[in-house]
């Protein structure tokens, strides 16, 4: 059974920057593309960012040249930095499988920008 467990969210003002880490539990971490997720309120759960176990990326327009996913495959972790952040950003984020695996839901993390 995989945990993700996600961290590093808070309020940030417009502009601002946050770095999100998502630990992940289990061997099978190393051999998965990743994804981070978000979900603003009510709105549909949506890809952010992949990454492949190669550490080649992919990022939703909306993100493009202001978000960076990276990952450390020694310590089963996932990051997302987030840089020039806007109050569109704002949503609970998630990290998952990509294509993402339902049981494997953790508990996001609220990223809120707002002055």
């Known amino acids: 059974q995989v945990q993700l467990v996600e961290s590093g969210g808070g309020l940030v003002q417009p502009g601002g920057s946050l770095r999100l880490s998502c630990a992940a539990s289990?061997?099978?971490?190393?051999?998965?593309?990743m994804g981070w997720y978000r979900q603003a309120p009510g709105k549909e759960r949506e890809l952010v960012a992949q990454?492949?176990?190669?550490?080649?990326?992919n990022y939703t327009n909306s993100v493009k040249d202001r978000f960076t996913i990276s990952r450390d495959n020694a310590k089963r972790t996932v990051y997302l930095q987030m840089n020039s952040l806007k109050p569109e950003d704002t949503a609970v984020y998630y990290c998952?499988?990509?294509?993402?695996?339902?049981?494997?839901w953790g508990q996001g993390t609220q990223v809120t920008v707002s002055s």
């Open positions: 998952n499988m990509y294509p993402p695996i339902g049981d494997y």
């Open positions: 289990g061997s099978i971490f190393r051999l998965n593309a």
């Open positions: 990454i492949t176990p190669r550490h080649s990326t």
